[in-house]
């Protein structure tokens, strides 16, 4: 079966630069979430687009912007990098109406390496 | 704001004998749901098991069970015969209604030992 994709699965970046998640959702799944999980730490939710449109949003920086695309991939953009936002960054992807309220289906992050 | 507690930074299991993982959770909200994580090395998050607030039946898939005590507001897992591939981070977590803004705990290391 497939399962959320994102890319790239690794990544370095100098202080001060931009770097670009992309997720691919699984097929037919409708919103997307974005999450940050610091080294030794748990996932902190960032954001959530539900078709196409923003969701929710939680602890992400204002450097930090995201969306999602008429294909329902989404993209996390990130400006103006520091250190302290060197992470694993988890998509997840669910279907509205599943039936299964909250069950998300993750990928395998992308490891963002700032120096 | 919710808040999702796990107060066992690693525990170890023998290999086929079981384990039982603790979550204490903190909300004032009525309608929400709780989840185990499991996250092996490879970092994907995979889904164990789910729980509805509303259902006071325990959520069971095959060797995963968990112990849902409401008013206590705990969510603790139980792992029957543990075998060597359990061997992972295990996340709690808690989402307020259908929304997928999940809230983990801090997480709990399981060692499996053959």
Known sequence: AAGVIQSPRHLIKEKRETATLKCYPIPRHDTVYWYQQGPGQDPQFLISFYEKMQSDKGSIPDRFSAQQFSDYHSELNMSSLELGDSALYFCASSLALSGRPGELFFGEGSRLTVL | ?114
């Open chain 2, 1 to 114: 704001a919710q808040t999702v507690t796990q107060s066992q930074p690693e525990m170890s299991v023998q290999e086929a004998e079981t384990v039982t993982l603790s979550c204490t959770y903190d909300t004032s909200e009525s309608d929400y749901y709780l989840f185990w994580y499991k996250q092996p090395p490879s970092r994907q998050m995979i889904l164990v098991i789910r729980q509805e607030a509303y259902k006071q039946q325990n959520a069971t898939e095959n060797r995963f069970s968990v112990n849902f005590q409401k008013a206590a507001k705990s969510f603790s897992l139980k792992i029957s015969d543990s075998q060597l591939g359990d061997a992972a981070m295990y996340f709690c977590a808690y989402s307020s209604g259908n929304t997928g803004k999940l809230i983990f705990g801090q997480g709990t290391t399981l060692q499996v030992k053959p």
